[in-house]
């Protein structure tokens, strides 16, 4: 009754922002994303007898409040869908900077997700654990999938969950970090203030939906000028919505990372940024040209380089 799990944290090309049903997480729009192998959470359950609520640790830390109880009621979700009458111990490591936009939630919940069936021996499809790791945080269903995501946005439980995308080998991020702190608002909170704006989450929803229809044609033409321009304008454009809620993520530093970019691609290098909801820049770019923009990151700020990532598994 006990396993452990691994999964690696996905960086958005077409984003999700905002919800159409709270209650089943499922979100406006269907979204793309590339599983990163740099970051993980690494999470064991442990179903035990003699407990009478879970226990969580998350890196080596006793966990009780808010965040312990979205856990216990993802649990609670996963114990009523599989008929597991045990509280568990969960024991929970970030290799990840928490909240910093760099989507900690969507490898903890995607490793919660395989920990919590298989520990338990409920062995489910790739889909059926999507749709899962979906309830904990919409953002895990994309992390259970290896390389490139696609979640279908769908209108049930069942139909809601991300599957592998067209591929494109050549590529590479670089993660330009600007600053690791905790951010101000959650993008949960954050997200759900567009139900307050109608007529602007109408527009994304359109939005959203063109930019998902250009960036499959870049991957089935395999042109990676139309997939960068594509998720650029999409992260840039996610970003206008968000101030238009109120809300500001980036800094001055991450415009400058920004315009940074802008200019090395006037210049021939292949770079196009994507922010999530969070100050940190993500760029971008081919893997065959990584030693030669690497050096020009490195030079104003600290980076970490990511390949393609593997999708949530056992250890
Ligand atoms: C994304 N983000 O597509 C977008 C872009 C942040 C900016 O998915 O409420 O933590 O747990 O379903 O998954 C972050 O949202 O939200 C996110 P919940 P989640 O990557």
Not at 121 to 139: F, N, P, T
Not at 173 to 202: C, H, Q, W, Y
Not at 304 to 312: F, S
Request: with cysteine; net charge neutral; charged share 25%.
């Amino acid at each position: 009754m006990k396993k452990t799990a691994r999964s690696h944290i996905n960086i958005a090309l077409i984003k999700y922002w905002g919800k159409k049903d709270k209650t089943l997480n499922l979100p406006l729009t269907s979204s793309v994303s590339l599983t990163l192998d740099q970051f993980y959470t690494t999470t064991t359950v442990e179903y035990k007898k003699g407990l009478t609520e879970d226990h969580l640790y998350i890196d080596g830390r006793f966990i009780t409040g808010d965040e312990l109880k979205r856990v216990s009621n993802f649990m609670d979700e996963i114990r009523k869908r599989y008929n597991i009458p045990y509280y568990a111990l969960i024991d929970s490591y970030n290799y990840v900077p928490k909240k910093a936009g760099i989507a900690s939630s969507s490898s903890a919940f995607s490793a919660l997700a395989l920990a919590a069936t298989e520990a338990f021996g409920v062995h489910l499809s790739q889909k059926e654990l999507s749709s899962l790791a979906r309830l904990g945080s919409g953002s895990a269903s994309r992390s259970i999938i290896s390389g490139f995501a696609i979640w279908h946005e769908g209108d049930s439980h069942e139909s809601s969950y991300a599957e592998s995308f067209y591929d494109y080998n050549d590529v590479a991020v670089i993660i330009a970090f600007v600053d690791k702190n905790e951010k101000k608002v959650g993008s949960r909170d954050a997200m759900n203030i567009l139900t307050d704006f109608p007529e602007l989450k109408n527009e994304w929803i359109t939005l959203t939906n063109d930019h998902l229809e250009r960036i499959k044609l870049g991957f089935i033409n395999q042109d990676f000028n139309i997939i960068g321009t594509t998720l650029e304008s999409h992260a840039i454009k996610m970003h206008e919505l968000i101030e238009k809620t109120g809300i500001t993520y980036l800094t001055d530093k991450s415009r400058e990372i920004i315009q940074y970019t802008h200019a090395l691609r006037e210049k021939g290098y292949p770079v196009y940024v994507s922010m999530d909801a969070g100050p940190n820049v993500k760029i971008f770019t081919k893997k065959s040209s990584i030693k030669d923009v690497l050096p020009l990151y490195q030079k104003i700020t600290e980076v970490v380089v990511c390949n393609k990532g593997k999708g949530a598994y056992l250890i």
